[in-house]
């Protein structure tokens, strides 16, 4: 199953063995937490808003048709901070819809984050350094939205030798390493071909292309038939720009990507720009562990633990991780990268002796 960023941190502390489970939980009572009985959280104006408030067994709550920014809250005693210190707050999502929530202290003078993108149930968390003596309030980001939490925990990390920052970094790190050496978090973007126009770069429909580091195919697709383009290298471009701007239609035909920016020849007219898109397959450049399929995360969180016994002075473990790290990046490219068929001459079959003889006759 694939990790959050937060259960990847939690990963990265287990191999370090400095769990948020050996911090003291701030929140005093249990019931705040787990629900298992009542507890000191309190609908404000959810179900007035013609929205929903219900905490037996968990925390589900939803917005009313014109409930944004409806809430309900959990008092300060409940949650306390201190001003100036570094929390992290965790929970369990077991279920959401819309744009998600946002939480705020209890006052709602401080946001400590927002769910808005957490589709996936799972674990989650925020951290941030308290402005306010504490208090949750939990903030419908849009109307109709619903939400069910569960397991809330707080617990202060300035006792930590390694802050969540500083991991949230390293697998960061760790994840844009692997995309860029690897090639293997792969996707498809579409863009409207324009008349006249090359390169395409990083703007509007075209934003995909600023993390593009390689494309495997560009295929024009109109609603009557596909046509893949041929891939040239950049230098040869020099050899193609030569035609004269018209709006006479030109069938694109060479693609080619320099300084991620994608050259299309020759340039679409009219015709092509109203006929179809461009749909391309490109290996991407990410630090977002969550972008990365589940059987390599382990690789990032690797990194980061060798990174946090870097800092700990632990140079001959974090080495041996290192390694293990680069070693694997190598292996997983080999295997299901560089094996791939890359170019047309590799379709061709090749002549035999005899048939070799007899054409040079």
Known sequence: MALTLAESIIQVRRNLNETYENLTELMPNQVDRDFSAASAWADVDLVSGSG???ETDDLTISAGAAGVNDYCTLAVASCPTTIGKQYRLSF???AQTGVG??????GGTHVLGSTAGYSAAGRYSFTFRALTTGGLRIVA???SVTGTFDNFSLVCLDNCFWSDDEITSWLQEGTRVFSSKSLLVESIGTISPMILTTPYYDSGDETFLGTALEIYAVIYNTTTYYKGL???HPRQIGNLAKQT???TSQP?????????QLYIFPLAGAAEVSAGTLDILYAAETDNITDLADEYQHLPITYATAKALQKDQKFGQAGVLMQQFYQEISFERSDKHEREVDTI???KIKATAGAQQNARR
């Open 92 to 94: 369990d999502i077991t």
């Open 230 to 232: 041929v891939k040239i």
């Open 345 to 347: 001459d590799d379709f």
């Open 141 to 143: 980001n849009a109307n």
């Open 101 to 106: 929530w946002g939480f705020q202290s209890f």
């Open 245 to 247: 701007p018209s709006t």
């Open 52 to 54: 929903a408030y219900n």
């Open 252 to 260: 694109p035909k060479y693609y080619c990507l320099f300084n991620r």
